[in-house]
């Protein structure tokens, strides 16, 4: 009898281990937040994000999607998270949210030496303004009655306006320039229109143990210090220190 409870017991641990929630977290390209190197993704967001499953000893993997299909999968399959994702109003009770990874902001970008005007967020709507497919820098705009001429990459935005399809480009204010300096696009900044927390937005039928560990290790991570440390790492490398202050 006893060695037959041996066996239940190596049975049951073997079946919980195989049952024991993995995660797949979704991402598209976002240097240096997200950088896609061969089949790995890098950059300040993944980094974070791996430190905080890993602290909270949780399984996963990283996949590459559309943003707008890693928004729509998140919803519909649990133990499913997208990432990284700006939390807003329209999007508040459709995830729960492990947050803020990160806080970023959103520019208006012209080609070097355009001379017109622009100043406020008025003079931008009647442009033609080239944004990534169901990016929050589209999504803002386009409730304002924006003019959006959308593309699934920002290389290809840095290519439009150096060659004039666009007039203006809404990108992240360091993605965009990010992208430009690998187009060798010379751009210039006109306003900054937003600010945005990016998170982990998961399924809805997250486990509530595992929410609340992922939701402690990134907070962890805030009071010693490694955020900071991700941040640093790739702001030197990628030479945008000044322009990714406010991040730290």
């Known amino acids: 009898m006893k060695n037959l409870k041996v066996v239940f017991a190596a ?7 195989v049952l024991q929630a993995s995660y797949t977290i979704l991402t598209n390209e976002q240097p240096p937040f997200v950088i896609k190197n061969g089949d790995k993704a890098e950059g300040i967001a993944v980094d974070i994000v791996k430190e905080v499953f890993k602290r909270s000893k949780i399984d996963y993997k990283i996949e590459f999607n559309p943003l707008i299909r890693a928004l729509t999968t998140t ?11 700006s939390r807003s109003q329209d999007r ?7 947050s ?6 959103s520019a208006i970008f012209v080609k070097k030496g355009d001379t017109r005007p622009i100043s406020v967020l008025k003079e931008v709507l009647k442009l033609n303004i ?14 304002f009655g924006g003019n959006i001429q959308e593309v699934t990459t920002d290389d290809a935005n840095a290519k439009k306006l150096n060659g004039g399809r666009i007039d203006v480009w809404a990108a992240d204010s360091i993605v965009g320039p990010y992208y430009a300096k ?26 509530d143990k595992d929410f609340q560990s ?6 962890s991570m805030y009071k010693d210090g490694s955020i900071k440390k991700i941040f640093s790492k790739y702001t030197k490398t990628l030479n945008i220190e000044d322009t990714a202050q406010f991040l730290n």
């Open 182 to 207: 690998k187009e060798g696009v010379e751009i210039e900044s006109k306003i900054v229109f937003r600010s945005a927390m990016r998170t982990l937005a998961c399924n809805l039928d997250i486990a």
């Open 130 to 143: 080239g944004a990534i497919r169901g990016s929050d820098e589209a999504e803002y705009l386009t409730g």
């Open 75 to 85: 919803q519909k399959k649990k133990n499913t998270c997208a990432m990284p994702v």
């Open 214 to 219: 992922l939701e402690n290790s990134l907070d």
């Open 92 to 98: 508040e009770y459709n995830y729960r949210w492990v």
């Open 11 to 17: 049975v049951f641990f073997a079946v919980s281990g």
């Open 100 to 105: 803020p990874l990160l806080v970023t902001q």
